[in-house]
């Protein structure tokens, strides 16, 4: 294998065989990103298009939940975007997964044409709280290249219509999100708050929109992520390690 640049590892996913390149100077991925690839509805052989992709986890993972997809992420930083291609070859999968480096708010992709369209926008305004000083980690977590506005402006010109946007954000920013979904005439299908546990507030929210179709708001019973005790929750074991969607319960 040699793939790896200095100061690089190789993770396994614990599904399928799949591993993922990560590095301790770049932003790696967290439990957004796995939630967010088992979050939606997704059906084989559709098109899908991940913005801010990062790492490149939600690629990796929606390809063991469906099959014949033909998925695009895009990723603003170029280091990021690269080691996710290396990523990609590692796993065999350039046939279904494309990497582009590309600031979403000039995304050129074809408009109306993809079934799916997933998201982990940045959370923070750039000019709230302290910014970090890498430029790698301040994209990831702030807004400099595009906040959720943005991401929902692109994810409506790219999806066909009746085509679906999942979103993950923070729970306290849901009006945030809300509001731009609404702007753009997204309508909301389904929300599912997330806890650390039974004791605490949600910290995330999973959202899915249609494009042309009005607010049908199913409000899913909270994902609790560990026990009180500290112990992983059955149902996030299940999506964690076996790859169940969250989506199983809804119609």
């Known amino acids: 294998m040699n793939e790896l640049q200095p100061g690089e590892r190789i993770d396994e996913l614990n599904r399928n065989h799949l591993r993922i390149i990560q590095n301790d100077t770049l932003p790696k991925f967290g439990l957004e990103g796995v939630l967010l690839a ?3 509805r997704v059906q084989n052989g559709w098109k899908v298009c991940d913005l801010c992709s990062g790492s490149g986890i939600v690629p990796l993972l929606l390809t063991t939940r469906a099959s014949d ?3 695009t992420a895009i990723e603003v930083e170029p280091k990021l975007s690269e080691m996710s291609e290396r990523s990609v070859r590692l796993n065999s999968l ?7 480096t590309e600031d979403l708010r000039q995304c050129m992709l074809p408009a109306d044409n993809w079934d799916l369209v997933t998201a982990n926008p940045p959370y923070f305004k750039a000019s709230a709280g302290v910014i970090s000083a890498d430029v790698h980690r301040a ?5 400099l290249t595009g906040g959720i506005v943005d991401v929902v402006t692109a994810a409506s010109r790219l999806l066909r219509h009746k085509g679906f946007l999942a979103l993950v954000y923070r729970a306290s920013g849901l009006s945030e999100a809300l509001a731009a979904v609404a702007m753009y005439k997204l309508g909301v299908t389904r929300l599912r708050f997330v806890h650390h546990n039974e004791k605490k507030e949600a910290s995330v929210v999973l959202l899915e929109c249609q494009k042309g179709v009005a607010d049908r708001i199913r409000v899913e019973r909270p994902l609790l992520l560990y026990r009180v005790g500290g112990e992983m929750n059955p149902e996030m074991q299940a999506v964690y390690y076996e790859g169940r969607g969250l989506e199983s319960r809804s119609k």
């Open 94 to 100: 350039s046939e279904t997964i494309q990497i582009k």
């Open 38 to 40: 088992n979050f939606p």
């Open 139 to 143: 994209t990831a977590r702030s807004n």
């Open 69 to 71: 997809l033909k998925i």
